[in-house]
């Protein structure tokens, strides 16, 4: 469990307080929206992430005259990635009467979150959770503009064993949500393939020694480390086991597309595989947008589309049935679609699932990472 941190919720535009569900539907206030997601902690650079999508979209928004006639007034709620925080932030969003959460990040923290969503009456739209009971347990308000575990432990697992036959595989992660979930569907896609692994184990999230695990690892004469987990950890455990000239592979998941990456891992980083959607910044959909970033010498990488994506398709859903009632969106999100957004075009399935998940390979190169 990650260390708790003080929760933080701040309004980004002029505050103001909206009297009940009747104002959230009907109200001439502003509207407020929130993203949610790790602001501080050791995962803060996918919140930043998400802070700097939702911000833009909102600034897009209300300078197009904002939703329904309303301006937007934007929630930040930070959850350092820990369940029981993610409870406590949801609460307090649901308590600001919040029309919409583009959020959380971690799976460990969307789910929990959800259910106070669902009670409270809040949609949820997830910008990077990807284990699958997020929209699998049936809950009206839960959506993910990115792809699940499942698709993307498949990708993995059957590139390891096309390409990897001839080299030991261990499959470690953290024990989250994300990461037993992720590692878990890249056993079982690798498994069905013909390949099994030479080991698979958790290693502990938070520490700065791995001499353990790379110990086993270096015993087993490993060749490639999939680590379901986050980039901190997987950075960590790569650099140490090259300081002990060991020749492997790292592979991970979309958790590893953060330029942190490089920052903790130097030269011991060449050659990283990540799975994670074709790069968005280079779809015609988000030109103008990814423009409009780097005019400010902000690289709009990782989920800070993905946020931008959530709020733009609420936002047009709103539009559409001339409300911002999140059950009245909520259908209209899965009856209505395609829905047109900076990530192309997005429809949803009857769970909340995108239809058309995208999941390629990245390389790890002098320092940046494009796709294979």
């Not at 600034?59 to 820990?82: F, M, S, T, W």
């Not at 890249?186 to 938070?206: C, D, I, V």
């Not at 015609?284 to 409009?292: F, H, L, Y």
């Not at 733009?312 to 679609?337: C, M, T």
Request: with cysteine.
């Amino acid at each position: 469990m990650l260390q708790r941190r003080t929760v933080m919720l701040g309004a980004l535009a002029a505050p103001v307080v909206l009297g009940g569900r009747g104002a959230l539907a009907q109200g001439s206030g502003p509207i407020r929206i929130a993203t949610a997601g790790p602001m501080t902690g050791q995962y803060a650079a996918f919140g930043g992430q998400m802070r700097a999508g939702a911000e833009q979209v909102v600034a897009d928004l209300n300078a197009a005259g904002g939703v329904l006639g309303r301006q937007l007034a934007l929630e930040i709620g930070d959850d350092a990635c820990d369940p029981r925080q993610a409870v406590s932030v949801a609460n307090q969003l649901a308590g600001r009467r919040v029309a919409l959460v583009a959020g959380h990040f971690c799976s460990g923290s969307s789910i929990p979150a959800r259910d106070v969503y669902a009670e409270e009456g809040v949609l949820q739209i997830s910008p990077a959770s990807t284990n699958p009971r997020f929209t699998d347990e049936g809950k009206w308000n839960t959506f993910r503009v990115c792809g699940r575990d499942d698709q993307q432990g498949q990708v993995a697992g059957r590139y390891i064993a096309q390409n990897m036959r001839d080299r030991n595989v261990a499959i470690l992660h953290d024990n989250s949500a994300y990461g037993r979930g992720l590692a878990e569907e890249t056993k079982k896609a690798m498994n069905a393939a013909g390949k099994q692994e030479a080991l698979f184990s958790a290693y502990n999230p938070g520490e700065r020694d791995y001499s353990a695990i790379v110990s086993r690892l270096q015993a087993a004469n490993i060749g490639v480390v999939y680590v379901g987990g986050y980039h901190t950890e997987s950075g960590l455990i790569l650099r140490q086991a090259k300081e002990r000239g060991m020749n492997i592979t790292l592979i991970g998941g979309d958790a590893l597309v953060t330029n942190e990456f490089w920052q903790i891992t130097g030269a011991a980083g060449e050659g990283t595989l990540m799975t994670f959607s074709s790069d968005p910044r280079k779809r015609a959909s988000a030109a103008q947008v990814v423009q409009a970033f780097r005019a400010k010498n902000v690289d709009p990488e990782g989920y800070v589309l993905y946020t931008y994506a959530a709020v733009q398709i609420w936002a047009d859903a709103a539009k559409k049935i001339n409300s911002v009632d999140p059950r009245r969106v909520a259908q209209a999100l899965k009856a209505q679609g395609p829905w047109q957004s900076v990530l192309g075009e997005i429809s949803f399935t009857e769970k909340g699932d995108v239809t058309v998940p995208d999941y390629v390979f990245y390389v790890w190169k002098n320092g940046s990472y494009a796709e294979m």
